[in-house]
């Protein structure tokens, strides 16, 4: 054998032990992303209490499995019909957004593997909701919504607990009633704006009324004083009163274009004038 051959086989032998080595190293590195938490599985021991967060770890080839839990916050949405205090049918929207919890994960994969949100969530929330309606009456759904959303806020919080999961946010997004319910609410509505329709006419009668009464009594003072004045100093108020009138008569016949006056009747043109009134000529 050559000088040549037995340097490259040396060489190829190094590669083969290098690559090896490459191999086996890989191997036994693994990273936990973020957002990720990760779970050694044993083929001796099962699943491993320690959680390893984000970053570079390490296990034994072949003997040891790392498997990845994904602890972000996640929505999950649901409608269910549920029954209020006072019998009434409804259909409730709840959106909520839930997580792992990471101190129990290992009792999580064991319990549930990686599909903890639907088996959970598809129990939790249907029986959470029907808890929280049954204590309001309709009407308490509608007016106290910041309320029942707080009530089931805490009774989910409680709930999902026991099931190892922690509740970020809760939301009810759809609330609607039976059409039975509905057509009972637009009925009282439109019995409540005639009531109040009603109470307008009723509170515009009475006003008006009292605007003649105030008028009527107006009259009335108006006529003592003129009956009081007759009698201390006689019909002179009642005269005064004439002139006045025919006083405004004439200032009124005066800016009309269509009165004419003519002289008086008498000889010597004495007399009071003669008023025509006509249309006058185009």
Known sequence: ?????????????????????????????????????????????????????????????????????????????????????????????????????????????KEYGFEQDQRVLQSIIPETTKQIVAQHDAQQLITLRDQVSADMRSKLTQNLKQKRMLLDDVAITHLSFSPDYTRAIEAKQVALQNSKRAGYVVQKTEQERQVQVIEAEAESEAARLIQEATAKAGYGVVQLRKLEACKDIADQLSRSRNIVYLPGGGADGAGAPNILIGMSSS
């Open 1 to 109: 054998m050559s000088v040549i051959e037995a340097a490259l086989k040396k060489v190829g032998g190094g590669l083969v032990a290098a690559s090896g080595v490459g191999l086996l190293v890989s191997n036994c590195i693994y990273t936990v992303d973020a957002g990720q938490r990760g779970l050694i599985f044993s083929r001796f021991g099962g699943v491993q209490d320690e959680v390893r967060k984000p970053g570079i770890h390490f296990l034994v080839p072949w003997l040891q499995r790392a498997d990845f839990f994904d602890v972000r916050s996640r929505p999950y949405e649901k409608r269910e019909i549920a029954q209020t205090n006072d019998q009434q049918n409804i259909t409730l929207g709840v959106r909520v957004l839930t997580r792992p919890n990471e101190a129990e994960l290992a009792t999580i994969y």
